[in-house]
């Protein structure tokens, strides 16, 4: 009996954690309470026909996978022979797919209808719907007598396609089962362990460095390439992009790869999987010289915008471009030649950090114009996640107490990401090290305290299964297990409401709401920086007593004193914070002036910043920034930043109202500092 593919992944998920409940559960599959228990029906109907204990759910708290469950996995990890699954409708499309790429031979409907064990009449609904998908891609998949099924489209499309439907497929728990099942009928064989070897040693060879993940995606992808070439199914590159492709130091890699593999020498062949390198990997090399690439240059271009966008200022900027340039040229080669990449993350990324992916989308823009390519979502949020990972680093770190490391198959982004959450939930641990799955099998860990994986490992070390983007459900649990395992204590989560409680059984409280309020800021959550629903609104910030209207005032530097003075009145800032947004301005030049007449002065949160805030000055003459008449400015929003992502929400909203030129030009005929209040308050929703 075959296992289907929802009840399969929520499998998987109980596999990788310890110990876990109903809640718990339905925050990290987004299913309903009602959904799994079918699917732990379904799981468990599997489980008795193989002889197999099943997972207790029913009236009990914690959900708990028996050890002879846990065993059986093990051993099937090693010998992938049996089918224990059956294709879901996205799964069938993709196989039909990559079946009639691979295969040599005249295929029918006979053929099909054996390989995924449905009727002929599913199958022709089946290639319908891959059509509409593949259409996007530029192939159709046709039938006739003298050819069977077969492909139409360039050959470079073809394995675009193919590679998008493998880089669906590569998520799913069973795919090595199914990878087995596909290839069954090939009587030459070609292996993932070898391929995979191959390209280990090729990266060990040229000191590159391989995105774990991707890495696995361009060795499943071979094995089908493989048997492409098979067929004398050869791409066509233009005489010029041959000539640019072959002085590029990824060539000789790519010849090696082909020599190993025993592929076609042809040049065209060559070109393609020098494209496939380029889109993998980076060289373990210092920053290239900043005239000599144009990738580079755009790098810095990305941070000052972002930083611009952000209202923040990075400490360590040559840093923080280097680490993107380093994500970013491998992305680009993956969108100049259409290289697909799943981001399993991207759903999450859009809902966790709205503001954020907004914000890199839009710096984004003119960078995919300059470059002529399409800048997909999925890279959108690596290059999101990568940010958020720079914003969320902890001020300092504390004393170390119990060293950990972090292992992520995901790349330096999803890394970064765990590192610096792991790093905002306990003070007690520092994380010495993040790896990749193959450098921590590889290497000697025995000295680390604690291990913290994305993906399921086998380590004598406390292990604890973590995610790139964590729910606060998922991160009460993974404390709880971490206080209990490591450290031998319990720990106990007191909610705001049995807090006021107990404090109300021995006195009386005058003040309620103000009691929450200061007892809030004492919650185990607050000590990370959480972006839905913890962020100010506009209209939280931008109040009568922080908005001005003038004539006018004496130069630029006058205004944004003028500017500040609200906050420093209401003690949020400090005059220190006033100077350094002046200094700031003398030293980068008028990059506050975001648009016309528009202007958003700030400066580091420790240049004395006390808490959050914004102030707005309206002039009805303008002022000029650095004495430029370029740089003309009559609306001036001065920002008080306390990190770099409490005030992502309220600036979110204020861009968001600014690049409308009709509220600019209502914002400048407002009158009084009523109305003005009222129209930041109409543009201050919650999504």
């Not at 999987?273 to 993998?280: D, I, K, N, Y």
């Not at 007593?545 to 006058?558: A, D, L, N, P, S």
Request: charge should be neutral.
């Amino acid at each position: 009996m075959m296992i289907d593919k929802r009840p399969s992944l929520l499998l998987d998920y109980l596999l990788k954690v310890k110990s876990v409940n109903m809640t718990q559960i339905m925050d990290a599959t987004q299913l309903t309470k009602r959904q799994i228990s079918y699917d732990l029906d379904k799981v468990n109907q599997w489980l008795k026909e193989k002889d197999l204990p099943i997972i207790q759910f029913k009236g009990i708290h914690y959900i708990v996978v028996p050890d002879a469950v846990l065993e059986y996995f093990r051993d099937q990890e090693i010998n992938h022979h049996e089918r224990n699954f059956v294709f879901s409708e996205e799964e069938r499309l993709a196989v039909i797919y990559l079946y009639v790429f691979m295969r040599n031979d005249t295929i029918s409907s006979f053929h099909l209808t054996q390989l995924l064990q449905v009727s002929k009449n599913t199958v022709i609904s089946d290639i319908k719907k891959a059509n509409k998908i593949n259409g996007s891609f530029l192939v159709e998949i046709r039938y006739s007598r003298k050819h069977g099924y077969h492909l139409v489209g360039t050959e470079f499309d073809k394995r675009a396609l193919a590679m998008h439907y493998i880089s669906r497929l590569i998520q799913v728990p069973y795919f090595e089962e199914l990878l087995d099942y596909l290839l069954k009928e090939e009587t030459k064989k070609i292996g993932f362990r070898e391929v995979l070897t191959i390209l280990k040693q090729i990266e060990k060879q040229f000191s590159l460095n391989f995105v774990e993940e991707r890495l696995h995606q361009l060795a499943n992808f071979l094995i089908f390439y493989y048997y492409r070439l098979q067929k004398k199914k050869f791409v066509q590159f233009h005489v010029d992009e041959v000539a640019l492709l072959k002085k590029d130091p990824m060539h000789k890699v790519a010849l090696t790869l082909s020599q190993l593999l025993h592929l076609e020498n042809e040049e065209s062949e060559l070109c393609f999987l020098t494209v496939q390198f380029l889109g993998l990997s980076f060289r373990k090399s210092s920053p290239p010289k900043r005239e000599q690439d144009l990738l580079f240059k755009l790098c810095e271009q990305l941070v000052f915008d972002f930083e611009t966008k952000a209202c923040i200022v990075f400490e360590k900027k040559d840093e923080v471009v280097h680490t993107l340039y380093q994500h970013f040229k491998p992305a680009f080669f993956r969108m100049k030649y259409r290289i697909p990449v799943e981001n399993p993350l991207l759903h999450q990324i859009k809902n966790v950090h709205k503001e954020l992916y907004m914000l890199v989308k839009e710096i984004l823009h003119p960078i995919g114009t300059l470059l002529k390519i399409t800048i997909p979502e999925e890279e959108i949020g690596f290059i999101t996640i990568h940010f958020g990972a720079l914003l969320e680093r902890p001020k300092q770190e504390m004393p170390e107490k119990k060293k950990a490391i972090v292992v992520c198959p995901s790349g330096i982004s999803s890394s970064l990401m765990v590192k610096h959450q792991l790093e905002s939930l306990f003070s007690e641990i520092v994380v010495e090290k993040t790896l990749s799955l193959r450098e921590f099998q590889e290497g000697q860990f025995d000295h680390y305290d604690l291990v913290f994986s994305t993906v399921k490992l086998e380590t004598k070390l406390p292990c604890f299964y973590v995610k790139p983007i964590m729910t606060p459900n998922e991160k009460h649990n993974l404390v709880k297990e971490v206080y209990h395992l490591l450290f031998g204590t319990q720990y106990h989560d007191i909610s705001l409401k049995e807090l006021i409680q107990t404090i109300g059984k021995f006195t009386t409280i005058y003040d309620e709401e103000g009691l929450k309020k200061e007892l809030s800021r004492f919650i185990f959550y607050k000590k990370e920086n959480v972006y839905k629903g913890k962020q100010p609104l506009l209209e939280d910030l931008l109040q009568a007593e922080t908005i001005q209207i003038m004539e006018e005032v004496f130069g630029w530097k006058e205004a944004i004193k003028a500017a500040a003075n609200p906050l420093l009145i209401n003690g949020t800032i400090e005059t220190s914070y006033v100077d350094a947004m002046i200094e700031n301005i003398d030293t980068l030049g008028p990059y506050v002036v975001i648009g016309p007449e528009v202007a958003i002065p700030h400066a580091r949160p420790e240049k004395g910043v006390n808490r959050i805030g914004m102030s707005f000055l309206k002039l009805k003459k303008p002022v000029y920034f650095l004495n430029n008449n370029d740089y003309s400015v009559r609306l001036l929003f001065c920002i008080a930043a306390t990190d770099n992502t409490t005030h992502l929400k309220a600036l979110s909203q204020l861009t968001e109202l600014l690049n409308e030129t009709k509220n600019l030009e209502m914002l400048k005929e407002l009158e009084s500092i009523d109305d003005i209040t009222s129209f930041f308050s109409q543009n201050s929703t919650i999504d």
